[in-house]
């Protein structure tokens, strides 16, 4: 075992600061290790087991718990933050939504509760999934969110995925994974960016073609032509308002994520997963209020799908810290959400009479 999994709990030493003293403790079952240190929180991360729509491949209500698992074996040293992580930053990790609800719609509003209270302002909350399912009610989650003031129309959301999830229903169910962008439009969101996309139906195919709400770049093209790749990341960079981004790791070539719901050769690298996250959060008119990592399945013989979520985890939270010491994300709780307090609403539920 590395040895940064040992527990020390003697206090810092002279000349060593809190942080590096920080990085030198573990906690077991929290992300990468790190222990909380005080009562204010800087990023929280939420961990989604939920799995009631996959169609292929199964085991993702696992995945959160993997991925935190795998997390500890991920360096705390990012490069182009320059340091080890926490980095001044107190990171919680909060107990796992519940997964208690009488049918899906149910269980979708208690997501969307189970998140809300995290959305007032003042910290960035990272998501871990369960199936891409999870992607409306956190879209309906961020309505609690001081720049997005109730109206989704201020929300952009960047997909990374190898499916467009632009179904109108798969099965005979509209909140199937595979419908999880086409519900996030509907609930009125300002724009859908993708990329990685290289599983999609004819019917997905003619809406992006027809929707001014969408814009996708294709994996055929960014994997084969490098100005085409060069113009996903500019347009990363001109995005305005308050962002979501949502990565399903099959967006990832298949070789990376195996475990994953349903692996698809002929993904992004690594590198340009890593790559879009860095120009998305240094986009200077923008604002990524939150992120999720979602489709993840344990790996049996090796954890290369759970680590590589963790990775992807790990480099947003780097990316989020440079963007709020370059003052790209400030603090912005509203004057209705300063206190954490679920209002156990039932909007999906709602929707569905």
């Known amino acids: 075992m590395e040895k940064r999994q040992e527990k020390y709990t003697a206090k810092p030493q002279e000349g060593i600061s809190a942080a590096e003293n920080m990085a030198d403790e573990f906690a077991f079952g929290n992300f990468l290790g790190l222990p909380e240190n005080g009562d204010s929180v800087d990023v929280v991360v939420l961990q989604i087991p939920y799995e009631l729509t996959t169609s292929y491949g ?35 990790t909060a ?37 891409h399912g999870i992607l409306p009610p956190i879209v309906n989650a961020t309505r609690k969110h001081p720049l997005v003031e109730r109206d989704l129309s201020n929300l952009t959301i960047v997909q990374i995925d190898a499916h467009a999830d632009l179904r109108e229903e798969l099965d005979g169910e509209k909140y199937s994974h595979a419908c999880a962008a086409s519900r996030s439009l509907d609930l009125g969101i300002k724009h859908l960016f993708q990329a990685g996309i290289r599983a999609y139906s004819k019917l997905e195919n003619e809406r992006i073609e ?82 999720d990592v979602n489709e993840i399945v344990p790996q049996k013989d090796t954890p290369l799908t759970q ?8 480099k947003a939270l780097a990316a989020h810290i440079m963007a709020k010491r370059a003052g790209l994300w400030e603090q912005t709780t509203s004057q209705q959400g300063k206190q954490r307090n679920a209002n156990d609403e039932k909007f999906f539920i709602s929707q569905g009479k």
Request: one cysteine or more.
């Open 95 to 131: 107990p796992a939504w519940s997964g208690e609800g009488p049918n899906l719609l149910a269980q979708l509003d208690g997501i969307s509760n189970y998140l809300s209270p995290w959305f007032i302002g003042d910290c960035f909350p990272i998501i871990l999934g369960g199936e």
């Open 210 to 291: 027809s929707d001014e709400r969408i814009t996708t770049y294709f994996a055929r093209d960014t994997q084969s032509d490098m100005e085409v790749w060069k113009k996903w990341i500019i347009t990363l960079e001109n995005i305005s308002g308050p962002v979501h981004l949502t990565l399903d790791i099959d967006g990832l070539d298949g070789s990376l994520v195996p475990a994953t719901g349903t692996p698809v050769p002929g993904g992004l690298s690594f590198w340009q997963v890593s790559e879009t996250i860095d120009a998305l959060f240094r986009a200077k008119h923008a604002v990524v209020i939150s992120v």
């Open 307 to 314: 680590f590589t979520a963790a990775m992807i985890a790990t």
């Open 58 to 92: 199964q085991g993702t209500a696992q995945g959160p718990a993997a991925c935190i698992e795998a997390s500890s074996q991920v360096e705390l040293f990012d490069p182009v933050l320059g340091e080890d992580m926490p980095a001044e930053q107190n990171i919680f």
